[in-house]
């Protein structure tokens, strides 16, 4: 049983040696072939570990918390769009959410996409000529006076868009 596993532990240690053997072949063509395969005109390449990089910890932020009036305890869903979705081939992007219950007659809610900002009374806004990328959406509620009244709810979604060049310019003679 002793010999089995020191035999299991050298057959392992060996392939991992293996996998990180890479050798170079010059083709008759002058094209270039890297392999994990010795051959007779081959030759060894030295690899070097990647570079890695560790994010040092941040120490923890002690904002000041505002108590939310518990008369004004909003339940908010966004629906549109889904949750790490992505939109294809449009511009616009159409917000859609479930409040509970309804707004009071003071309160608004505030749609957050990026740098542009809705204020409305509306269950659905549109942002429109939205960029290609990844969006971080936020939905809130706030009081007249722009104060929050709610959690905020957020949402990420990708905007896929594709670029067709446009047909290239015949030569002139």
């Given at each position: 049983?002793?010999?089995?596993?020191?035999?299991?532990?050298?057959?392992?240690?060996?392939?991992?040696?293996?996998?990180?053997?890479?050798?170079?072949?010059?083709?008759?063509?002058?094209?270039?072939?890297?392999?994990?395969?010795?051959?007779?005109?081959?030759?060894?390449?030295?690899?070097?570990?990647?570079?890695?990089?560790?994010?040092?910890?941040?120490?923890?932020?002690?904002?000041?918390?505002?108590?939310?009036?518990?008369?004004?305890?909003?339940?908010?869903?966004?629906?549109?769009?889904?949750?790490?979705?992505?939109?294809?081939?449009?511009?616009?992007?159409?917000?859609?959410?479930?409040?509970?219950?309804?707004?009071?007659?003071?309160?608004?809610?505030?749609?957050?996409?990026?740098?542009?900002?809705?204020?409305?009374?509306?269950?659905?806004?549109?942002?429109?000529?939205?960029?290609?990328?990844?969006?971080?959406?936020?939905?809130s509620i706030i009081d007249s006076d722009g104060e929050l009244v709610s959690p905020?709810?957020?949402?990420?979604?990708?905007?896929?868009?594709?670029?067709?060049?446009?047909?290239?310019?015949?030569?002139?003679?």
């Amino acid at each position: 049983m002793f010999k089995f596993i020191i035999f299991l532990l050298c057959f392992l240690f060996s392939f991992s040696a293996i996998t990180e053997t890479v050798y170079k072949t010059t083709k008759p063509d002058g094209s270039v072939e890297f392999t994990d395969r010795e051959s007779t005109d081959s030759e060894e390449v030295k690899v070097r570990k990647p570079t890695t990089y560790t994010a040092p910890r941040l120490p923890a932020l002690d904002l000041p918390v505002k108590k939310l009036s518990p008369a004004f305890n909003y339940s908010l869903n966004i629906t549109q769009p889904a949750e790490d979705s992505t939109i294809v081939g449009k511009h616009d992007v159409k917000v859609s959410i479930k409040i509970s219950p309804n707004l009071n007659w003071n309160h608004q809610i505030r749609y957050q996409l990026g740098m542009k900002s809705i204020v409305s009374d509306k269950n659905t806004e549109t942002f429109k000529n939205v960029n290609r990328g990844t969006h971080n959406l936020s939905v809130s509620i706030i009081d007249s006076d722009g104060e929050l009244v709610s959690p905020v709810v957020s949402r990420t979604f990708h905007m896929k868009r594709f670029f067709k060049k446009p047909p290239a310019k015949p030569k002139v003679p």
